[in-house]
């Protein structure tokens, strides 16, 4: 067991043991309430730049195995656990996650407590951190003082103006299949879906083809006519990390996408994205929503869904009744609140009600987390295929 420490942007330290691989590495500290799916949250791109303190107490217990991450790597800059696991006791494991961690060079720190950390954000909000271990704790073979590693800790970037989708997007577009109910691929798709990349979990397009939808996963750096020339009878926006109010060539593409009345669906980021399409304000959380079991009601049906959530920045709409929409003099027409938290009245979803637009702010695919919100992919199927067979498919 070595010696790690974890530093605070506000001074604060927590002295724990090494947890992964040693050194030094530097983020936005989040914490994260799910007790299920640590290999998702890890493997989830929207993590990208932060480190993730986990609230469950006991942590990689079934280990780490090759069907559940989301992407092809670790994303998260830093993990904080409490009571790692000794050994995996789950017959999917191929290796232990601290072995994982170690193996993608990702800097972590077990040993603390995770509940004071926990308040301690909820109270300040999220901040800046650094963990340091080995080489980058000692200086001639004794421990640098917390000041030097704090001035480090203040030099790191804050996630306020981040542009960051474009560091986690694939660099080349793929397609994945729509499925048939057998699970072999159809011939002919329901639907086709452009979906643009900004940091998008594995499972969302598979939830897609699943409903028999062929979607084309796009860069970030996609212009409408990459967009146009998968011939889109709908175009997705993914979940991603960074400041929405940065994302200024996603929210051009996305305007473009709107002005041709192209279906859109969007999630966590592309929620943001679609309210500063509109006109609305984006606003950074005091600590965010990161977990599995967040209350949201849906207004339409007047149903309350648990969902997971991964999201520090949110949208500024009325949460009452309906607004029009502020870009342009409101070209684009009336807008409601579709969705909020029932914990904090965080707007949860925009619907467009004269666009055929919505977006959640959480993550239907659930993966990890429940499968309440699952029916949102079938709302965009319905919205795709309800559209008129007449409108020409991109026309301007």
């Not at 927590?14 to 290999?39: C, D, H, K, P, S």
């Not at 990702?106 to 340091?132: C, K, N, P, Y």
């Amino acid at each position: 067991m070595t010696d790690a420490v974890l530093v605070l942007e506000d001074g604060r330290t927590f002295a724990g043991r090494v947890y992964g691989a040693t050194g030094r590495t530097l983020g936005e500290i989040v914490f994260n309430t799910g007790m299920t799916g640590y290999q998702e949250t890890l493997t989830d791109p929207s993590y990208h730049r932060q480190i993730v303190v986990m609230t469950a107490p006991h942590i990689g217990n079934t280990g780490v195995n090759d069907e559940d991450p989301e992407s092809d790597r670790i994303w998260v800059a830093g993990y904080v656990v409490r009571d790692p696991a000794r050994r995996s006791s789950s017959w999917r494991a191929r290796r232990t996650l601290d072995e994982e961690l170690a193996a993608q060079g990702i800097v972590g720190i077990s040993g603390i407590d995770t509940r004071a950390l926990t308040r301690h954000l909820r109270e300040r909000g999220v901040m800046r951190a650094g963990i340091f271990s080995g080489d980058a704790l000692l200086a001639d073979g004794e421990r640098r003082p917390d000041d030097e590693l704090l001035d480090e800790v203040l030099a790191a970037p804050a996630m306020a103006g981040a542009d960051l989708a474009g560091e986690v997007s694939t660099d080349e577009a793929y397609v994945v299949e729509a499925l048939g109910p057998d699970g072999q691929p159809l011939a002919e798709p329901v639907a086709t879906v452009a979906a643009v990349d900004l940091g998008i979990k594995a499972m969302t397009p598979q939830r897609l083809a699943e409903r028999g939808v062929r979607v084309h996963v796009l860069p970030a750096t996609a212009t409408i006519d990459d967009v146009l020339a998968t011939s889109p009878d709908g175009v997705f926006f993914s979940n991603g990390p960074g400041d929405p109010s940065a994302a200024t060539h996603e929210v051009d593409l996305l305007r473009d996408v709107l002005d041709r009345r192209i279906p859109f669906f969007g999630i966590c980021y592309g929620n943001q994205l679609l309210g500063r399409a509109l006109g609305y304000g984006t606003y950074k959380l005091g600590y965010g929503h990161r977990g599995v079991n967040q209350p949201v009601m849906d207004r339409l049906t007047g149903k309350v869904e648990i969902t997971a959530h991964n999201h520090g920045f949110a949208v500024d709409a009325p949460l009452d009744g309906e607004s029009t929409a502020p870009h342009d003099g409101g070209r684009y027409g009336r807008v409601v609140v579709s969705h909020v938290d029932l914990n904090d009245d965080v707007v949860e979803g925009l619907r467009a009600l004269d666009l055929p637009a919505f977006s959640v702010q959480y993550h239907p695919e659930a993966a990890a987390g429940p499968h309440d919100a699952a029916y949102l992919f079938d709302r965009f199927v319905e919205l795709m295929t309800a559209q008129n067979p007449n409108d020409e498919k991109g026309a301007a």
